[in-house]
């Protein structure tokens, strides 16, 4: 994308006719709205932006909400990929709309955004995620321990503090566990985020509720049903290998039966 | 399922079919996970079916592939079977169990394998429960009948 700066058309003295010195381009943005007050359905609906190709999706949300359309109804909050309010499938793939810019998605046709499958719709682009965080509380995404609190810091190696590093990664964004078929059959599968912060305590060295997580994890929609489809994987707006850690939940609980 | 990104441009799911006028179905989630859901099941079972898989799978790449070349390869291919060739098989105790392994690992497998099936794309109780219903008949029916084949095989029968 070239981006003539103004100084050099003005030194040119002849700038191309239309926006060929501007970095604008008009970009389509096909978004799936719901609205439970006017209809039971939803439909894709186009909003036309002049945007910068290096904003993101998000700025382009911002834009249409501010500017076109007050109604259209999105979680953010910290606009910058780490409170994980934002995920949503744009072109058909889930992602942080505040971590994807338009370039990348080639703007040339409609961007199509529609709230994350599996999980209710509420308005929009926004869905009911308490079966998620029930998946998540489900597996006590907490430090459990025996006897009494030390008087000092619970010390850990480097080693130690390395082997569950990637899974202390994740935003609770839903980007995964939103992309997992088995998921969105009847939504009573853990989950792949529910499994990765299990994954985070099973292997700290710290924690001693390993098993009582485990126990969790093996039950009839626990960490078998996961068909390794690696779409969790590749959703992952903070690049998580979660398919890898939920078969190292599995071997663990091969490994620790036998 | 995921899509290449450069790739997945456009419509999904053939989404420019719809408008105002024909809107897209609207997605609701089956069944919401609660507090209750789901039933906590102790037991290994899914984990030993887990494991099954992945172990039968090993040996029946063993057993069915020295199956198809004995049967239909080697000594004039397809065109020697016939119920000679079977039976003199059949009247040694090792290819008896080879055909009963067989028999038996290829159809938990494939049962196992159908169960699952049924577990990720049926989505009402009942569906499932019928569903799993006939498949556990057939595949006892089977196993059993392939069985009482392989012991009580009799050479001269008439």
Request: with cysteine.
């Amino acid at each position: 994308m070239a981006t003539p700066t103004m100084d050099k058309a003005e030194a040119a003295g002849t700038p191309e006719p239309g926006f060929a010195d501007t970095p604008y381009i008009t970009a389509t943005f096909r978004i799936r709205r719901f609205n439970p007050e006017v209809s039971d359905q939803s439909e894709w609906e186009d909003f036309e932006v002049l945007i910068d190709p290096k904003e993101r999706v998000l700025d382009a949300l911002h834009k249409i909400k501010w500017e076109l359309d007050g109604t259209l109804t999105f979680r953010r909050s910290c606009a910058h990929g780490v409170c994980g309010s934002d995920a949503m499938r744009i072109n058909g793939k889930n992602r942080l709309a505040c971590k994807t810019l338009i370039k990348d998605l080639n703007p040339d046709k409609p961007i199509t955004i529609e709230a994350i499958k599996g999980l209710t719709v509420l308005k929009d682009l926004v869905v009911d995620m308490d079966p998620f965080f029930q998946a998540y509380r489900d597996v006590m995404p907490f430090l459990i321990t025996k006897g009494n609190e030390p008087t000092r810091e619970r010390l850990q190696s480097a080693e130690d503090r390395e082997r569950f590093d990637d899974t202390t990664k994740c935003i609770l964004c839903a980007a995964c566990t939103s992309s997992c078929p088995v998921f969105w059959n009847d939504g009573q599968y853990f989950g792949p985020a529910a499994i990765v912060n299990a994954h985070r305590f099973i292997f700290d060295s710290r924690d001693e509720g390993g098993e009582q997580r485990l126990e969790i994890l093996n039950d009839k929609d626990g960490v078998w049903r996961c068909r390794t489809t690696f779409n969790c994987t590749d959703a992952c707006p903070r690049g998580i290998e979660v398919t890898k850690a939920i078969q190292e939940v599995k071997r663990a609980l091969i490994t620790r039966r036998f | 399922m995921s899509t290449d990104t450069s790739a997945a441009i456009g419509p999904v799911e053939g989404g420019s079919l719809f408008d105002a006028d024909n809107p897209a179905p609207f997605i609701e989630a089956p069944r919401a996970r609660t507090k209750k859901t789901p039933k906590s099941t102790r037991g290994n079972f899914e984990m030993y079916a887990w494991l099954f898989m992945r172990l039968s799978g090993v040996v029946l790449v063993v057993l069915v592939l020295g199956h198809l070349l004995i049967q239909l390869v080697l000594d004039g291919g397809v065109s020697k079977i016939g119920f000679a060739f079977v039976a003199g098989r059949w009247a040694s105790p090792f290819w008896q169990v080879w055909d009963l392994l067989m028999l038996w690992l290829a159809m938990l497998h494939g049962a196992n394998g159908l169960r699952t099936v049924i577990n990720d794309y049926a989505e009402r109780a009942n569906t499932r429960l019928w569903l799993k219903g006939l498949l556990y008949t057939a595949t006892v029916f089977t196993i059993l009948l392939g069985t009482l084949v392989i012991f009580t095989f009799d050479p001269n029968i008439r």
